[in-house]
C-alpha cells in the first residue's frame, strides 16, 4: 500500500508559523474540516506546544477524556496537551475510526504533530465521512449495509485483563487492577458501571477479564460515525474485543469487505515530514494510518467535545460569517479589493515526486475536482501526450468554435494550449466559470506554469468551490436564502459590446472589436453572423458612437445552477462605460443585484479561496461546474497556459 499515491488539502507555511498563518491554518481547519500543513519551522515538542493555543488546543478548549493503552506500552502525556500516539505494531494498517470512538463524548477537534519522520510509509490517511457513506449507497449491497447501520447503532465491547494474566504482556489495553484503580474486583465492578458515559454494561468475562460494553449511533449529527473493523478475532491479546452491531450481531465477511472498499477508496494524505501538523474534524473526518519502517513518532492534540445524539447534547453551531461592506465604499470604482500576496491558502495538492503518472493525477482529479499537482518533472513546455493522457488531447479539446469565438484574443503556446486571458495585472479577476458567456462551457480546465512565480509577486490561481459558496450564503441566513432562490428563479444575464476597431478609444478597451469578433467589415453581416450564434447570444443590437463609430451589443440568459450546483455569478469591477464594452451582469429579469448583494457575493468568493503559488511545471486541473476559478493580482511577468476539454451543455 505505500507504493500508492494520493493528493491531500495542504497548506504552505513558508517556514514559519507566525500570527497570519496560524489563523489560516484554522481558518481552513473550520473551513475544510481537514488540512496538511508544511514547511512549519516547528522543530520539536517545545515548538508544537507553542502553537496549541492560537489553533484552538489551548487549556480552555482541551479534550482530555480517554486513553485505553497500558503504561507499560508507553507513557501517555508528554507535555500539556499533547499525548503519544497509541502504540500498535508497526507492521499494522490502522483502520479509519474516530479519535475516542469508544465513549458517548468524543474530541471535536484533532492535531497531530510529526516530531520524526518514518522512513518509509507511516502517512496518516484522512477519510471523508460523506465520501465513505457515497462510496457505500454506490450499491445496493452498500445500501443495505446502511440501514442496517442506522437501525442497529454500533457497538464497542472492550475487555480489561488481570494484571496477573500469562499473556497480560502481550496485551495492548490497561489491565482492570489500572484502569479503575483498584485491586478489588467487586470495586472495580462497581466503577465501570458508574461509567455511563463509557460504557452500558460491565461484567466478568474469561479468565478475569473485566468486559465492557457501549452502544452508540451510528450517525452523529448527520456526519456517518466509522464502524470498526476487527484485525483478528477476540482473544487475550486484544482484550476479547468485538465490534458487532448496536444488537448484538458481527458484521459478516461481505459487510466487512464492503467497509474495507470504501475506506481504501477515501483516502486522502501525504508523505509527514519533521514539523507538519495534520489537523482535522473529528466529526466530519475519521483517520487510519498505513505501516511504516523506520523512526515514526507523532504527538496528539484534542479539543472540544461532540457527543452521541442519544445524550441530547446539541452541536454548537459555527459563527455567522460576518460580511464586510464593498459595493458601497467608494464610486467609482464600485469595489475595491486590496491585493495580499503574503496570505496564505489551502488546496488540494498532488506531489507528484517528479514523475507525472496520468493515471493517477486523473484518479484524484476526478475524486475531488480540482487538484494542484508539484514536482512534475514537466520541463518548460507541456508535451501533447501528456495532455492527451491527462485527458485534454485533441480528440477531447473543448469544441468552442476556436480562437475567434472568445471575447478576448489569446495567444496559442502550441496545438491545445492557449496563453489566458491578458488583463491588467492590478486586477482581482473573480471567480467564474470559464466561458460562462455561452450555452456550451468546458467540462474541465488544465493551467500550466512553465516557470513559476515569487510568492511576493502574486498570481496565484484560486479555486473556489460552488458548494462552499452555497454553504456560505446560506449560513448568512435569510439574506443568503433569498438572493439564491432569486438566482435559481431568474438565471444569470450577460450583457456586453464589441467596438469598432476605428474607435479613438478603442486601445483601452480589453475586448475585441466587432471586426475582429465577426470576421468582416461590414455590420448588417456582423448582426447577421451574431444573430446567427445561437449557442452565445441571445440577441443583438447597434450602439451609436461618436465620430460615426458603432458598438455590437450582445445579450445571453443563462441558468444560475447547473444540475443543482450554483453557477458564479459575474460581478462588474466597474460600471458599463465604453473601455469595457458597456458589459452589465443582472440577474435574468434584469434586474440588478443591490449593494447588499454584491457584498454577499464578494465576501463569499473572498472567504472560498483555495490556492498555492506556483511552481515551474505545475499543473492546476479544474472541474469547471463543481468550481469556478479567479486570479489574483500579480506583480512582473506571469506566463499561464491553459487548455479546455469536454462540454457541458446549459
Excluded at 493528493?7 to 500570527?19: E, F, K, N, P, Q
Excluded at 452523529?220 to 486484544?238: K, M, Q, S, T, V
Aim: aromatic letters at 10%; one cysteine or more.
Amino acid at each position: 500500500m505505500r507504493s500508492e499515491h494520493f493528493s491531500a488539502r495542504t497548506l504552505d507555511a513558508g517556514g514559519t508559523l507566525d500570527a497570519p498563518r496560524l489563523e489560516a491554518v484554522r481558518e481552513a481547519l473550520e473551513t475544510f474540516g481537514a488540512v496538511h500543513v508544511q514547511h512549519t519551522g516547528l522543530a520539536g515538542l517545545a515548538d508544537v506546544t507553542q502553537v496549541l493555543e492560537p489553533l484552538g488546543f489551548g487549556e480552555g478548549a482541551r479534550f482530555s477524556l480517554g486513553g485505553r493503552t497500558s503504561a507499560a506500552w508507553q507513557e501517555k502525556w508528554v507535555a500539556p496537551g499533547l499525548r503519544r500516539m497509541d502504540h500498535y505494531p508497526p507492521s499494522l494498517y490502522l483502520l479509519p475510526n474516530n479519535e475516542v470512538q469508544y465513549r458517548r463524548c468524543s474530541p471535536r477537534w484533532v492535531l497531530f504533530a510529526c516530531l520524526a519522520a518514518p522512513g518509509d510509509g507511516g502517512r496518516v490517511f484522512l477519510h471523508r465521512a460523506q465520501a465513505v457513506e457515497a462510496e457505500l449507497a454506490s450499491s445496493e449491497p452498500g445500501r443495505t449495509l446502511l440501514e442496517r447501520l442506522a437501525r442497529e447503532g454500533l457497538c464497542i465491547e472492550t475487555g480489561f485483563l488481570d494484571r496477573r494474566h500469562p499473556l497480560k504482556a502481550e496485551n495492548y489495553f490497561q489491565s482492570w487492577q489500572e484502569r479503575f484503580e483498584t485491586d478489588d474486583a467487586d470495586e472495580a465492578l462497581a466503577r465501570a458501571r458508574a461509567q455511563v458515559d463509557e460504557y452500558d454494561a460491565c461484567w466478568w468475562g474469561p479468565e478475569q477479564t473485566l468486559m465492557t460494553r457501549i452502544t452508540l449511533s451510528a450517525w452523529w449529527h448527520e456526519h456517518l460515525r466509522f464502524p470498526r473493523i476487527a484485525l483478528d478475532g477476540p482473544a487475550p491479546r486484544n482484550g476479547y474485543r468485538r465490534f458487532p452491531l448496536g444488537h448484538g450481531e458481527e458484521l459478516g465477511a461481505a459487510d466487512q469487505e464492503l467497509l474495507r472498499a470504501a475506506y481504501l477508496a477515501t483516502r486522502q494524505g501525504v508523505a509527514l515530514q519533521e514539523g507538519d501538523l495534520v489537523l482535522f474534524d473529528n466529526l466530519r473526518f475519521g483517520h487510519s494510518r498505513e505501516s511504516f519502517s523506520g523512526p515514526r513518532e507523532l504527538v496528539v492534540g484534542m479539543a472540544g467535545a461532540v457527543w452521541d445524539p442519544k445524550c441530547g447534547v446539541p452541536l454548537t453551531p459555527p459563527p455567522v460569517p460576518p460580511v464586510k461592506p464593498f459595493a458601497h465604499e467608494t464610486k467609482p470604482p464600485r469595489f475595491t479589493v486590496p491585493p495580499d500576496f503574503e496570505a496564505r491558502f489551502s488546496a488540494r495538492t498532488f506531489d507528484a515526486k517528479g514523475t507525472l503518472d496520468a493515471d493517477v493525477v486523473r484518479r484524484e482529479f476526478e475524486r475531488h475536482g480540482a487538484l494542484h499537482v508539484r514536482h512534475t518533472g514537466l520541463p518548460g513546455e507541456l508535451p501533447e501526450d501528456v495532455l492527451r493522457d491527462l485527458g485534454f488531447g485533441a480528440d477531447e479539446a473543448f469544441p468552442w468554435g476556436g480562437l475567434s469565438s472568445g471575447r478576448t484574443t489569446r495567444a496559442a503556446l502550441s496545438r491545445d494550449l492557449r496563453a489566458t486571458d491578458a488583463y491588467p495585472a492590478h486586477l482581482w479577476l473573480l471567480p467564474h466559470n470559464e466561458v460562462l458567456y455561452q450555452r456550451t462551457m468546458p467540462a474541465r480546465l488544465l493551467f500550466f506554469s512553465a516557470s513559476g512565480g515569487d510568492v511576493a509577486r502574486g498570481g496565484r490561481t484560486f479555486v473556489h468551490a460552488a458548494e462552499h459558496l452555497e454553504a456560505w450564503l446560506r449560513a448568512q441566513g435569510g439574506r443568503g436564502d433569498a438572493l439564491l432562490e432569486s438566482l435559481r428563479r431568474h438565471g444569470l444575464r450577460i450583457e456586453m459590446g464589441f467596438l469598432d476597431e476605428r474607435h479613438p478609444e478603442k486601445a483601452n478597451n480589453y475586448f475585441r472589436s466587432w471586426q475582429d469578433r465577426f470576421a468582416t467589415d461590414d455590420r448588417d453581416e456582423a448582426e447577421a453572423r451574431c444573430r446567427a450564434s445561437t449557442l452565445q447570444f441571445d440577441t443583438c443590437w447597434w450602439r451609436e458612437e461618436d465620430g460615426g463609430c458603432a458598438t455590437l451589443m450582445t445579450r445571453i440568459c443563462v441558468p444560475a445552477f447547473h444540475q443543482g450546483r450554483l453557477l458564479f455569478p459575474r460581478i462588474a469591477l466597474d460600471a458599463p462605460a465604453l473601455r469595457n464594452g458597456y458589459r452589465c451582469y443582472p440577474r435574468g429579469d434584469g434586474s440588478e443585484f443591490t449593494d447588499g448583494e454584491l457584498d454577499l457575493l464578494l465576501n463569499g468568493f473572498l472567504a472560498t479561496r483555495e490556492g498555492v503559488h506556483y511552481g515551474p511545471g505545475d499543473l492546476l486541473l479544474v472541474d469547471n461546474v463543481r468550481y469556478g476559478h479567479s486570479r489574483e493580482a500579480f506583480e512582473g511577468p506571469r506566463t499561464l497556459g491553459v487548455a479546455m476539454a469536454g462540454a457541458v451543455h446549459l
